[in-house]
């Protein structure tokens, strides 16, 4: 069964720092992604990282702040966010492209086939 788990959010003080895990079952997937979703707000973007490593993509609120990494052998992605700010609160989804997938799109939400369930990270001021 094909599925996305993320981890490793919580509830931090601004200019906290937190990592947030994706663990992949199932199969190994391509270009991997991070979005986030505040309350009233549509799905955004955040990094994404190509299956080799060779290649990130960062939002321009994710750039100096935000890195993502992913160890293919134990199938893990990883968020590390540093200096969080209040803005910053959001639920974080993982995303997948599957092996074979159309493409370097990071930025599209349609270029992922699989989503996890979310983490939610809460930045207090």
């Not at 906290?16 to 991997?32: E, I």
């Not at 707000?41 to 750039?63: H, L, P």
């Not at 893990?76 to 209040?86: E, H, Q, S």
């Not at 993982?94 to 996890?116: E, H, I, N």
């Amino acid at each position: 069964q094909v599925r996305l788990v993320e981890s490793g959010g919580g509830l931090v003080r601004a200019g906290g720092s937190l990592r947030l895990s994706c663990a992949a079952f199932g199969r190994p997937f391509s270009t991997q992604g991070w979005f986030r979703q505040a309350p009233g707000k549509e799905r955004e973007f955040v990094a994404a990282i190509s299956w080799s490593g060779g290649a990130t993509d960062y939002a321009d609120s994710a750039k100096g702040r935000f890195t993502i990494s992913r160890e293919n052998a134990n199938k893990m992605v990883f968020l590390r966010i540093n200096n969080l700010k209040p803005e910053d609160t959001a639920v974080y989804y993982c995303a997948a492209q599957a092996v074979g997938g159309g493409g370097w799109f990071p930025r599209l939400l349609s270029a992922y086939d699989y989503w996890g369930q979310g983490t939610q990270v809460t930045v207090s001021s």
